[in-house]
């Protein structure tokens, strides 16, 4: 049974109302931070702690915070990223839906540790009914002295405002997000300068993940060194995976990266195993943007190694033959799915949520959706194929922000691995609309070893 | 840029080995457009004129082999070079790499994927910067095998021709309505594939110096009604001529065909981009664009200096100022062998075909 710090409350009942939360040991880490700690000493056990960005990119969150720049009269700003979009990412809506105070908590103490006086939650439209939840929080902590004015007695101001998206998947990149949050449309910025100088109104802003906020909570309470000593390296701490697909037990889980890939799918306390008796044939370990892996490399790296569920184990091997722990959205596919439709699939998806601000992000992922339903539909060439992995090669790194390379991996990610598939597709395209691929050769039988 | 010029220049960066004093805060396309030629990157979206602009049609990549003289580590991805500032001790490379090259061909099929590749009809041909990039960077061939992306005509206005169809969302008509005219009523509406510049009221653009929108549109996205199938721009001739104005600068050129005045544009230089006069950028009001069409509302001052390499410097106009020749410096000194000397390499040309009785057969090249 794995250590669990941000859900082990969150399923006790009434948690989302403020008198139960402070029974079960909430807002300690306001008290202890405003009443015994200065600002820096909050962002040095933050980076004690080794906690990276639960967002996506994993970025150490110490060291994100000691790059805010600190000019004197003006303004700086927490952001906390809620537009939790990538498909099969789902861990934030459940921390918020069911804990919200957890993240008003966070937010107090990292606004404390960053001189934010005014933060903002930027939650996607289509959570609609937690902004409710978020907001009521808000009114209960404001009530009993944790926002406002000169919390605690220490002479430190914070409100925290909730805003709305409308709903845009490249809101999650942090410039358009803050582009948005200013009431303009939501395109990514050129960077430099990065928002850690120049971000909300052109003052130093933090953007934050809301995972990555409520886990300053057990920093706080445990210290950072604590925090650190779980997991393995650089992969300290718990961390949300947001599990669906073929499984039999769909959900949120909280890890704390100690666990094999193996485990973590076959394992009764997690995933339960694949349903109906099927075969794993490939796993997105970390949410839809990052490369897809074959059932025989996500359990065991190139090297033959374990894979574990941490930041770099996933990663290892590159993208040749690893992938990324991203933000955790775990999708699972059994042997009766189809890569070449699968990845039409997330084709379409980056078609319709490109910005259309840069060039090849705009005009590249309308051609790949496009030539992905042709091999789909049985319409494709061979030479269509090599035209994919060239066109995805000319988008990658390419493009004002990261949403280009998203698009690019599992296209890239699937022909790699899976290029026999797309080619059964171009061979027989009578039968490719009857029955899928099936497993082919790269995906080992497994022995079940948990 | 004349503002710079007055600034001490104590940065140095080195483009495809050449090596150029700038002022801090120069982005490294204005550095290589101060060395001129084919070092020059192209750049679709970027206007120096215009606050903000740059960084989105990405063909102005290049690639950083050192970042600086303190830190000469390369940079892993290619950067847009109109974004990105100079420091110190620099490295850049742009025609001397191959991934750089490779990336701006991609970009250029990107670009195209989508355009009508309506130039015999449109009025833009002949000045027009993405028939130069696609020109000088793009394949010959297109691999798209698809219906081109598509948008439903729209009246924005009684001076300016919107076809969508051709546009490549640089966004610099948005940025001239944001920083000439006093409210900007047209933006890019949708996103994706179909983002589109559009205005929410139709027949909405009129302000005094939307004009110069027309002037900043690298295509045929935003054409002069008044110009409209008129006649090619190749066939006009541009003069530079004034007019005192109490609204502008009143420094035009007036393309004409015999006496008549077809059109008026603003006066651009050697990247397209309108010139500066005392330091500030001559755009020019819609009176003197679109009223002013007879011979006798301008001084005329004599035929302009062409100076971009684009299908209208092909014709007939005097003082063609050629663009710096970069190559012999970019190569270390050494001369580029440009072509193969056919003379030395085909058999064809040992025989000698004058002492050859009549026309020659291939009977006489099998000896």
Known sequence: ?450 | MAEQTNKPANLKVTIDNITVDVAPGTTILQAARQIGGDVTPPAMCFYSKLEGSGGKCRTCLVEVAAGSAADPRSMPKLVASCRTPIADGMVVKNITSDRVQEARAGVVEFLLVNHPLDCPVCDQAGECHLQDLGYEHGKEGTRYEFNRRTFEPEDIGPYIQLHMNRCILCYRCTYVADQLTDNRVHGVLDRGDHANISTHISKAIDNNFCGNMIDVCPVGALTDKTFRFKNRVWFTKPMEAHRDCDQCCGKVTIWQRGEDVLRVTARKDEWGEVQSFDGKPGWICNTCRFEKKKASDWVIEGPTKVNRHSVISQGHYVGLKKPTETLPAVMDGRDPKLLMDIHTVSDVNKIELSELPGPATSENFKK
Request: aromatic fraction near 10%; glycine fraction near 12%.
């Open chain 1, 1 to 450: 049974m794995g250590r669990k710090l941000l859900l082990e409350k969150a399923h006790v009942e009434n948690i989302r109302l403020y008198e139960v939360y402070r029974r079960e040991g909430g807002y300690r880490s306001v008290e202890k931070a405003l009443k015994s700690m200065s600002p820096d000493q909050v962002t040095d056990e933050v980076k004690k702690s080794g906690l990276r960005g639960r967002g996506g990119a994993g970025f150490p969150t110490g060291m994100k915070w000691g790059f805010l720049a600190k000019p004197a009269g003006v303004p700086r700003y927490l952001v906390v990223n809620a537009d939790e979009s990538e498909p099969g990412t789902f861990k934030d809506r459940y921390l918020m839906e069911f804990i919200p105070h957890l993240l008003i908590e966070g937010m107090i103490t990292s606004s404390y540790a960053l001189g934010s006086n005014n933060s903002y939650i930027y939650i996607r439209g289509e959570y609609a009914w937690i902004v409710d939840i978020l907001e009521q929080a808000i009114a209960e902590a404001r009530q009993h002295g944790w926002l406002g004015k000169n919390i605690l007695g220490s002479g430190f101001d914070c409100e925290i405002h909730v805003q709305r998206g409308a709903g845009a998947y490249i809101c999650g990149e942090e410039t358009a997000l803050l582009e948005s949050l200013e009431g303009k449309r939501g395109n990514p910025r050129i960077k430099p300068p990065f928002p850690a100088v120049k971000g909300l109104w052109d003052c130093p802003t933090v953007v934050n993940n809301v995972e990555t906020i409520t886990a300053v909570v057990p920093i706080l309470n445990d210290g950072g060194e604590e925090y650190a000593k779980i997991g393995i390296g650089k992969s300290t701490g718990t961390k949300l995976i947001s599990a669906c697909g073929n499984i039999n037990k769909p959900g949120v889980y909280e890890i704390d990266m100690t666990i094999s890939v193996e485990e973590f799918i076959y394992s009764d306390e997690y995933c339960g195993g694949i349903p109906n008796g099927r075969k794993l044939k490939a796993c997105i370990p970390g949410g839809s943007s990052v490369p897809i892996l074959p059932a025989n490399l996500l359990l065991k790296t190139a090297k033959g190694e374990t894979r574990m569920m941490t930041y770099e184990s996933l990663a290892d091997g590159g993208f040749t033959s690893g992938s990324m722990m991203g933000s955790g959205g775990f999708i699972v596919l059994d042997d009766r799915q189809c890569v070449v439709r699968h990845t039409y699939t997330l084709a379409r998806f980056y078609r319709h949520e490109s910005c259309g601000q840069c060039s090849p992000c705009r005009e590249g992922t309308g051609w790949m959706e496009k030539i992905l339903w042709n091999i789909e539909t049985g319409k494709g060439k061979m030479s269509d194929i090599d035209l994919l992995w060239d066109i995805q090669r000319k988008i990658e790194g390419n493009t004002i922000c990261p949403l280009g390379d998203a698009a690019a991996w599992p296209v890239a990610a699937a022909i790699r691995h899976f290029r026999d598939e797309f080619e059964w597709h171009v061979n027989f395209p009578q039968e490719a609309q009857t029955r899928n691929f099936g497993l082919a050769h790269y995906a080992d039988a497994l022995e079940l070893t948990v």
